[in-house]
């Protein structure tokens, strides 16, 4: 139902799966393997995906720390973005890469939970896009000892949060990696 013309298409977007990003994650290899059975799903439908990648001072483009984690890669035919801000379509090529896809639906899994998922799902649906939040296949690191609460705490919380969004023309939603429905990807 999303507002965007002639937009009918769904992608997966995964975000900043990178090394030392998810270095100390909350349940980091239950989260990556949800990743990874979302895009054999995806990829079987031959629905777009597209990874976002995030470099900064600490994120330097090109290390190791930089890269995606080892479990999963980019497939040679899937977009990758690059992004300096939390949300991933401030200042990249996010938009325009979705509109060449003809794309109008999100599916988003990656991390971190409370700053580029939040930043970008909200992104997403301030623009138009129908967004799922894909509840079991994104993360965040423990900030606790900054006032936060607990990882387990802040992925619940903008599950349920999400799952109560709405706004004109637009559809947002929760859904697990084995069952979000990717019927309509390949469109």
């Known amino acids: 139902m999303t507002t965007l013309e002639g937009r009918s298409k769904t992608a997966v977007v995964i975000i900043d799966v990178q090394r030392d990003v998810v270095a100390a994650a909350h349940d980091r290899d239950a989260v990556v393997a949800s990743i990874g059975r979302l895009l054999d799903r995806a ?20 290390s190791e720390a930089w890269s995606i984690v080892p479990e999963l890669s980019p497939g040679e035919d899937e977009p990758v973005v690059e992004k300096h801000y939390g949300d991933a379509f401030e200042d990249t090529a996010l938009e325009q ?13 990656g991390a971190q939970t409370d700053s580029c998922i939040r930043s970008t799902i909200h992104g997403g649906f301030a623009r138009g896009y129908d967004v799922t939040l894909v509840a079991d296949a ?24 999400w799952a109560y969004q709405d706004a004109p023309g637009r559809v947002a939603e929760v859904e697990l990696a084995d069952t979000v429905d990717l019927g309509s990807l390949a469109s």
Not at 45 to 59: F, G, K, M
Not at 99 to 104: D, M, P, S
Not at 138 to 161: C, K, M, Q
């Open 43 to 62: 990829r079987a439908v031959r629905a777009p995906v597209i990874w976002v990648q995030h470099s900064n001072e600490e994120l330097e483009r090109g």
């Open 138 to 161: 994104h993360t965040t690191e423990d900030n606790t000892s900054l006032g936060a609460p607990s990882p387990a705490e802040v992925i619940a919380h903008t599950n349920l949060y």
């Open 97 to 109: 890469t979705l509109a060449a896809h003809g794309v109008g639906r999100l599916v988003v899994a």
